[in-house]
C-alpha cells in the first residue's frame, strides 16, 4: 500500500474486513474517479459508523466507479454524545447549513418538524443523508447522524421518551441558561423552532413534557441555521464531548 497520506476519506455501509475488495459508484465513484482523479495504489480512509476506521487502497478504476481493498484498521469506533436535534424545515440552503454544521458539532440524531409556523411541508430526504454523509466524511467523526423523515411537533411529542431531556430555544427573554440545565442526565434533546417561533399553543405543550427546559440563546434574534450552531455549541461545551 502507497506510503502518500490518503487525500479523502469514504462512509461505506459494509463491514469492513482486510482484504475485502468493495465496489464505490453513483456519487462517491464520481467523485474519486472524475473529482479527485485516483490512480491504482492511491489510498483513501474509509467507515461504516460500526467498525471503526479502515485504511483502504484503489485497486481498479473505471468510468465512475473504483474498487477499493481494505487494509489495516487505523482507529477504533467512538461514538458520539446521544444528543438529537429538532428543527422546522427552512429554505433549501440553510437547511443544507444545518444538516452539515449539525453533523459536524456531533448530533446523533436529526429529526426535522413541522410546526405551525413552518413555512416548508416537505423535504428532500435523500439530500439530507447525503449532506450528514459528506459532512461526517469531512469532519472525521465515526458514525454518521440518523436522519428521520418529516413529522409534525405534536406527533414527535405525544411519544417522547421520559428519559431525554427536551431543551427548547425559546425567544422569551424569562427562558434559562444552557449552562444552568440540570447535568444528571445522559440522554439530550435541542428544539429550535421556525423563524416565527412557536405558536403559544405549541410552547405549552412543550412545556408540559417531562424534563422539558425552555433556554435562551441571548438578547438577539438568530435565524433558524444560527440558532442551530449556537444552541448545539453551548450544548458540547457543557454537557458533551468538548473536554473530552
Not at 117 to 135: F, P
Not at 228 to 235: G, H, P, Q, R
Request: glycine share 8%; with cysteine.
Amino acid at each position: 500500500m502507497s506510503n502518500k497520506k490518503p487525500r479523502t476519506r469514504l462512509y461505506i455501509n459494509n463491514e469492513f474486513k482486510s482484504g475485502d475488495i468493495h465496489l464505490i459508484d453513483g456519487n462517491q465513484g464520481h467523485y474519486l474517479v472524475n473529482v479527485l482523479r485516483v490512480q491504482l495504489g492511491e489510498t483513501l480512509k474509509v467507515f461504516n459508523g460500526v467498525d471503526g476506521e479502515w485504511g483502504a487502497e484503489i485497486v481498479k478504476v473505471g468510468k465512475g466507479k473504483a474498487k477499493i481493498s481494505i487494509g489495516e484498521k487505523l482507529a477504533e469506533q467512538t461514538n458520539e454524545p446521544d444528543l438529537w436535534y429538532l428543527y422546522a424545515p427552512v429554505k433549501k440552503a440553510r437547511v443544507d447549513y444545518i444538516i452539515q454544521k449539525a453533523t459536524e458539532l456531533g448530533v446523533a440524531r436529526i429529526i426535522p418538524v413541522v410546526t405551525k409556523r413552518t413555512n416548508l411541508d416537505r423535504i428532500k430526504y435523500d439530500k439530507l443523508v447525503a449532506n450528514a454523509i459528506e459532512a461526517s466524511e469531512q469532519s472525521g467523526r465515526m458514525t454518521v447522524p440518523h436522519i428521520e423523515e418529516l413529522a409534525s411537533l405534536e406527533e414527535k411529542l405525544e411519544y417522547w421518551p421520559d428519559d431525554r431531556v427536551l431543551v427548547f430555544c425559546d425567544e422569551v427573554r424569562h427562558a434559562g441558561q444552557m449552562r444552568n440545565l440540570p447535568s444528571d442526565f445522559q440522554k439530550w434533546a435541542i428544539l429550535v423552532g421556525p423563524e416565527g417561533g412557536f405558536s403559544p399553543e405549541e410552547r405549552e405543550m412543550i412545556k408540559s413534557q417531562q424534563n422539558a427546559f425552555a433556554v435562551t440563546l441571548g438578547p438577539r434574534i438568530l435565524r433558524a441555521d444560527t440558532a442551530a450552531v449556537s444552541a448545539i455549541s453551548l450544548w458540547q461545551n457543557y454537557f458533551g464531548d468538548w473536554g473530552r
